[in-house]
């Protein structure tokens, strides 16, 4: 039988839309993270997404040392590609949140490819005995506005550029791969070009087949074979997002930060159980999840590690 196809699998461990009170596996502290990231490495995730918390709110947090707390025991303990956050927290300014990028130096770092509405206030339903900063967190969503205009992707790119890192690039709606497209032509960035789509966050585009369909079909036109193709699904479109475009040929992401879910109604008791369903799923499609080696050779990374 032919080798199956590789497919990686990114693991996003713990992101800033969610907070502590919605699950007590969600990881806040800089152990927990770590924890959590070499058990979802070792289940088969060949991508680590990172964010950084403040170990006594949860709140997000987007300080060098932070990320320095979990980035180099991860890296020390695991040979998994770190991905680390240049979106931070909406209510973050651009340059705290391309900090830790740019000082530490990582393979990968993501970065969103246009302004958006972000709604996270339909989780008060979920979770209503939320209080402080959590409920405020997600109150003020209301009239939240995820500033990445031209000028700040502009400002991440350069930051980053001498690193020699590359780009996750964050697109949650048809116009972000355009966006994407106008730095393509510019010759801001090179190819390979990890698209990240994004499927199912209130302010996006939504999770139907169809939505899939169409943002596929429009990474596929406007990069062609310069494409390598991954997506998420938020919430309960989690595992369906993931199915379907492993089944058409893409890569997919999983994580706590995307899904608190193992089920409905059943919380993940970790990152390293979403990967375990990811594999699962992936095998009963004929295909396999990438080494941390084969995703570095499918986006072209640089052998680089993270700075001292």
């Given amino acids: 039988m032919a080798d199956r196809q590789p497919v990686i699998i990114t693991c996003a461990l713990t992101g800033a839309i969610h907070t502590p009170s919605m699950s007590p596996y969600l990881p806040v502290t800089s152990d927990a993270i770590v924890a959590q990231a070499v ?27 932070a990320f320095r707390r979990i980035v180099e025991p991860i890296a020390a303990q695991t040979d998994a590609v770190l991905n ?11 340059e705290d949140r391309v900090k830790p990028a740019q000082m530490l130096a990582p393979q990968l770092a993501s970065l969103n490819m246009g302004s958006m509405n972000m709604g996270l206030f339909p989780m008060l339903k979920r979770h209503p005995k939320i209080a402080g ?8 969503s209301r009239e939240l506005i995820f500033r990445n205009t031209f000028k700040d992707i502009a400002y991440v790119l350069d930051a980053c550029r001498a ?3 590359r780009f ?3 697109c ?8 994407l497209a106008y730095f393509v ?11 990240q789509t994004v499927f199912g966050l209130l302010g996006g585009i939504g999770a139907h087949p169809d939505d899939i369909s169409h943002m596929r079909r429009t990474a596929l036109r406007l990069f062609g074979d310069d494409l390598v193709w991954s997506a ?3 919430g309960a479109h989690q595992m369906r997002v993931a199915a379907t475009v492993a089944a058409s040929g893409g890569h997919v992401r999983v994580g706590l930060e995307d899904s608190l879910w193992a089920g409905p109604g059943q919380l993940a008791a970790s990152n390293a159980e979403q990967v375990e369903a990811a594999k699962v799923m992936l095998d009963g499609l004929g295909l396999r999840p990438a080494t941390p080696a084969e995703a570095q050779h499918i986006l072209s990374l640089t052998p680089i590690r993270v700075a001292a």
Avoid: C, K
Wanted: negative net charge; hydrophobic residues 35%; aromatic residues 10%.
């Fill in 39 to 65: 058990e979802a490495a070792t289940a088969g995730a060949a991508i680590l997404h990172l964010h950084a918390r403040d170990g006594a709110t949860g709140r997000p947090d987007q300080g060098v040392e």
């Fill in 232 to 234: 998420l699904g938020a």
């Fill in 133 to 140: 900063w959590e409920r405020e967190h997600l109150e003020n």
């Fill in 168 to 170: 996750e690039f964050e």
């Fill in 84 to 94: 680390l956050t240049t979106g931070g927290s909406p209510y973050m300014t651009v």
């Fill in 163 to 165: 690193n020699g890192t």
């Fill in 185 to 195: 032509e510019a010759g801001a960035i090179e190819p390979p070009f990890f698209v």
């Fill in 172 to 179: 949650y709606d048809t116009s972000h791969l355009y966006t």
